[in-house]
């Protein structure tokens, strides 16, 4: 690992079953958060959202009376487009933990993906999630996701860099991906195999984020949640909650196999961060 990279652990204690579905909310919680703390975005995503949809319900259909409506209404396009991106960033995350085991990602900030600003890398504790679990029930409450991330606003390692100022610019997703050393990975929508993971300029920013969970004490043999549903009294009806012959040797959940290897990819996806020029009030801007 780099020798000037910031190392944070992010210890996810107030979860008590890891699923596929958790894991990427809370990078999607990470994504909304340092796009709002790098000010990429004028507020929260939640609330910057809400804005945009705003607007979009009150529909385009005013005609512009004057040159201050047509700059108000470019501005409103620009947001609204930063709104989408974020959107289909987070949905591609979400669509990558359900159909591959993600081992790490990466969020670029810069003008592109050779010199970029800086660079947070998420460290996913892959052998600790259930794919046993229903991820719908053990849906993780807002509350916890941002209980868990106040601990990167009072660390110290990130206080200094928070503290700087960063311009509007790109921010590009880079994701790797474990897959079975005998099967290739199929070209998935919107990612783009990388053969070679681009190096950082010592000028960037490194940060890597550790997310740490204790995966032992949310055992299957402990929860037996998703066994209550009606679904396994069916398979039960059927005798097909038994393991049949050859089935014997089942892996850890979310363990991968001993012949898995990694590989990078990234996403076509690109949010632009968005900001109000100088000159623009921001009352007129986010008010209907």
């Known amino acids: 690992m780099e020798s000037n990279a910031k190392n944070v652990d992010l210890r996810l204690d107030n979860i008590e079953v890891l699923t596929t579905g958790m894991a990427a909310e809370f990078v999607n919680g990470i994504l909304d958060f340092l796009l709002f703390q790098r000010r990429q975005i004028p507020f929260v995503y939640k609330t910057y959202k809400y804005y945009v949809d705003k607007w979009s319900e009150e529909g385009e259909?005013?005609?512009?009376?004057?040159?201050?409506?047509?700059?108000?209404?470019?501005?409103?396009?620009?947001?609204?487009?930063?709104?989408?991106?974020?959107?289909?960033?987070?949905?591609?995350?979400?669509?990558?933990?359900?159909?591959?085991?993600?081992?790490?990602?990466?969020?670029?900030?810069?003008?592109?993906?050779?010199?970029?600003?800086?660079?947070?890398?998420?460290?996913?504790?892959?052998?600790?999630?259930?794919?046993?679990?229903?991820?719908?029930?053990?849906?993780?409450?807002?509350?916890?996701?941002?209980?868990?991330?106040?601990?990167?606003?009072?660390?110290?390692?990130?206080?200094?860099?928070?503290?700087?100022?960063?311009?509007?610019?790109?921010?590009?997703?880079?994701m790797e991906l474990l897959t079975n050393a005998q099967e290739t990975q199929q070209d998935a929508a919107n990612l783009v195999p990388m053969e070679v993971l681009s190096q950082l300029p010592r000028s960037c920013k490194n940060v890597h984020l550790h997310l740490l969970h204790d995966g032992k004490s949310s055992s299957t043999e402990q929860m037996s949640c998703c066994k209550e549903l009606a679904i396994?009294?069916?398979?039960?009806?059927?005798?097909?909650?038994?393991?049949?012959?050859?089935?014997?040797?089942?892996?850890?959940?979310?363990?991968?196999?001993?012949?898995?290897?990694?590989?990078?990819?990234?996403?076509?996806?690109?949010?632009?961060?968005?900001?109000?020029?100088?000159?623009?009030?921001?009352?007129?801007?986010?008010s209907s």
Not at 100 to 108: D, G, M, Q
Not at 244 to 262: A, N
Request: glycine share 6%.
């Open 61 to 174: 259909s005013r005609e512009q009376q004057s040159f201050s409506h047509y700059q108000l209404n470019q501005q409103r396009s620009k947001a609204k487009a930063t709104k989408d991106s974020i959107s289909d960033m987070r949905e591609l995350i979400r669509q990558a933990f359900r159909t591959s085991a993600v081992k790490s990602l990466r969020f670029l900030f810069g003008s592109n993906t050779f010199m970029p600003t800086e660079a947070y890398t998420l460290h996913i504790p892959h052998d600790s999630i259930s794919r046993l679990h229903f991820c719908e029930h053990h849906a993780l409450p807002e509350g916890r996701i941002n209980q868990s991330l106040l601990s990167l606003l009072t660390c110290e390692q990130l206080y200094n860099l928070f503290s700087t100022e960063l311009n509007a610019t790109n921010v590009f997703l880079e």
């Open 232 to 286: 396994y009294e069916d398979l039960g009806l059927l005798n097909l909650d038994k393991p049949t012959e050859g089935c014997g040797e089942i892996m850890e959940c979310g363990q991968p196999s001993k012949e898995s290897c990694s590989g990078w990819w990234q996403a076509d996806v690109i949010v632009r961060g968005f900001r109000a020029p100088p000159n623009q009030k921001n009352g007129d801007l986010w």
